[in-house]
């Protein structure tokens, strides 16, 4: 259905139930983000779902002011502040669906009221479990061995919408928090973990990742983790806390492991330092997951098999790729018909080593960085991508968008 399709709808009797009804539809349809737009003649109301959006409703415009303060209220924002940006969170109870979740409310002024970007957080207990993250063995291997240390960087790399904050909050989950002290510097704070001490960062009383990160070290922590390295002085920050005995978990946005490593020599990190401290990087993207009930076996072009063969050279005989059955959608009713079942995670991880640390040293550019790690065997997000295609979980053509 296109946008002129849809017809203004001027019916909102109770804004309250018009809320409860739009948050618990976004619960029971597993719908990420909600974004509320004024326009001169109606707000128009769209979801996102597995990153594409849905038209939801055109509601006059006569209901903007009644609807934005029912959410500022909800989040206990200032309802008379239409000036500059809020954020806060809704902690929302369904008496239908019988469900309490957190829900995360951004306004930005505009040329019509201002703009609403509500960010749903269901904590699913199950992502506890890394089997959940579509984590290839090797990668587990990884990732466990490295988190036996009791100090280094960890650290989480994609774009926004990438689920960094999902994997963040299992590598937590994975320790045991009465036998460690650990600490958060968050904003938001998106999931309330028990017994760990979540700090909501505050810029405008000055209450900063870099003021949070410098009064946390002296809390006696064991693992520390830092929601986003956004500048110099948090990084800075952060490797003095690995350096001196502290476990330090963060995310950063860049598009792969070795690009990651490459930001933080740009940011005047010493290589030396990001050498000595920084362990691990965990890239990730999300893509499309086949829907089990209609996947059918789909003969893939020439083209696009030589595309496979090339991405997967250096870990797959070509000849092999001639074997492998990949799957596509034919759609049905339990995917909604849209051939797809949700999202999942492909990843790369790099676990630095002594090569590697030599070319941080000699201040290498991503490209030789990622040639050494693909050395070292690590999986490139695209080569993970192309794997679960194998695996029958998402398609090929899904992978090669990566690339």
Not at 62 to 78: D, P
Not at 201 to 224: C, H, M, N
Not at 242 to 249: E, F, N, Q
Not at 323 to 340: L, M, R, V
Request: hydrophobic share 40%; charged share 25%; proline share 3%.
């Amino acid at each position: 259905m296109n946008l002129q399709e849809i017809k203004i709808n001027s019916n909102m009797w109770d804004v309250i139930d018009y809320v409860n009804d739009m948050f618990d539809e976004a619960i029971s349809h597993n719908i990420s983000d909600i974004h509320i737009e004024p326009t001169s003649e109606y707000i128009l109301i769209r979801f996102r779902q597995d990153w594409e959006f849905i038209l939801k409703d055109k509601l006059d415009a006569v209901n903007t002011s009644s609807l934005i303060t029912r959410l500022k209220v909800l989040a206990q924002l200032k309802i008379d502040e239409n000036k500059k940006p809020q954020d806060w969170k809704i902690s929302y109870q369904s008496e239908r669906l019988k469900q309490k979740i957190d829900i995360r409310l951004s306004t930005l002024p505009t040329n019509y009221w201002e703009k609403v970007a509500l960010r749903v957080l269901k904590q699913d207990a199950s992502l506890t479990d890394l089997e959940k993250l579509w984590f290839l063995d090797t990668n587990l291997a990884k990732i466990k061995w490295v988190l036996e240390s009791k100090y280094w960087i960890i650290l989480m790399a994609g774009p926004t919408g990438s689920g960094k904050s999902t994997t963040l909050f299992w590598l937590l989950k994975h320790f045991d928090p009465l036998k460690y002290n650990i600490s958060t510097l968050e904003d938001p704070i998106e999931y309330d973990i028990d017994f760990v001490n979540q700090s909501q960062i505050k810029p405008e009383i000055w209450y900063t990742f870099a003021s949070g990160l410098r009064s946390l070290v002296r809390q006696d922590p064991d693992i520390i983790m830092v929601w986003e390295i956004r500048d110099l002085e948090t990084s800075k920050l952060s490797i003095e806390a690995a350096l001196t005995g502290h476990l330090v978990l963060s995310t950063i946005h860049t598009n792969s492991a070795s690009a990651t490593i490459q930001r933080l020599t740009n940011m005047d990190i010493e290589p030396f330092l990001i050498a000595s401290a920084l362990k691990m990087v965990i890239s990730q993207r999300l893509v499309k997951k086949i829907c089990p009930h209609c996947k059918a076996i789909h003969n893939v072009d020439e083209n696009i098999k030589n595309k496979i063969k090339e991405e997967l050279a250096d870990i797959i005989d070509p000849d092999e790729v001639d074997q492998i059955d990949f799957y596509k959608w034919t759609w049905c009713e339990e995917c909604n018909w849209t051939w797809y079942k949700w999202r999942m995670w492909v990843h790369e991880v790099l676990v630095l080593d002594e090569a590697l640390e030599k070319s941080i040293l000699s201040k290498a550019p991503a490209q030789e960085i990622e040639k050494i790690a693909r050395g070292e065997w690590m999986t490139t997000i695209v080569q993970d991508a192309i794997l679960k295609a194998a695996m029958w979980e998402t398609t090929v053509e899904e992978a090669l968008k990566l690339g």
